[in-house]
T-cell receptor
Framework: DAGVIQSPRHEVTEMGQEVTLRCKPISGHDYLFWYRQTMMRGLELLIY????????DSGMPEDRFSAKMPNASFSTLKIQPSEPRDSAVYFCASSFAGQGNQPQHFGDGTRLSIL | AQSVTQLDSHVSVSEGTPVLLRCNYSSSYSPSLFWYVQHPNKGLQLLLK??????LVKGINGFEAEFKKSETSFHLTKPSAHMSDAAEYFCVVSDWDSSYKLIFGSGTRLLVRP
């Protein structure tokens, strides 16, 4: 089975540029999560979707960040304009609610460097 | 509110010796608990999960964890460490209040000496 697929794996761009991170969740999963990981702050939940609808975006740092899920098999996280402090590894995860609490399955992440 | 505390930021063991990574949780409900492992430049991989069935949970790669409600603990163990076990390990509790959000511990980095 294909896992969660994220692209690109690495992104290096200059401050002020728009950055778009992409995620394909596992087929059949109805929850999708975006996380950010840094040395200083660890893993932070940015936003999550249920059935393509954003449920909680309280972790999104500021208006420069936006996320969409146009269909069940694709989501994007956009940063515009980007700043050096946005440098981090961004993870996408998906899960299937089913009966009880199911684990989240993570992609390999996008390592973002803003110069 | 639920929370999880990993008691050691770093653990160092020799190859072939037992591993113990400690985790305590706080939960108002019957919790779901997970251990994830993260190897360098990789995403988090599920090792095992506890969801109110057996208190001793077996996971992948020889790891297991025991849920102890009286001690609010969910420690991760392995009888014999392998070099490939060197990674960061996260203890995680599920937040039933907020629809499947995960609450992560701060992580324990496991070093395995030859």
């Amino acid at each position: 089975d294909a896992g969660v697929i994220q692209s690109p794996r690495h992104e290096v761009t200059e401050m002020g540029q728009e950055v778009t991170l992409r995620c394909k969740p596992i087929s059949g999963h109805d929850y999708l999560f975006w996380y950010r990981q840094t040395m200083m702050r660890g893993l932070e939940l940015l936003i999550y979707f249920n059935n393509n609808v954003p449920i909680d975006d309280s972790g999104m740092p500021e208006d420069r960040f936006s996320a969409k899920m146009p269909n069940a098999s694709f989501s994007t996280l956009k940063i515009q304009p980007s700043e050096p402090r946005d440098s981090a590894v961004y993870f996408c995860a998906s899960s299937f609610a089913g009966q009880g609490n199911q684990p989240q399955h993570f992609g390999d992440g996008t390592r973002l460097s803003i110069l | 509110a639920q929370s999880v505390t990993q008691l050691d930021s770093h653990v160092s063991v020799s190859e072939g010796t037992p591993v113990l990574l400690r985790c305590n949780y706080s939960s108002s409900y019957s919790p779901s608990l997970f251990w994830y492992v993260q190897h360098p430049n990789k995403g988090l991989q599920l090792l095992l999960k506890y969801t109110s069935a057996a208190t001793l949970v077996k996971g992948i790669n020889g790891f297991e964890a025991e849920f102890k409600k009286s001690e609010t603990s969910f420690h991760l163990t392995k009888p014999s460490a392998h070099m490939s076990d060197a990674a960061e390990y996260f203890c995680v509790v599920s937040d039933w209040d907020s629809s499947y959000k995960l609450i992560f511990g701060s992580g324990t980095r496991l070093l395995v000496r030859p």
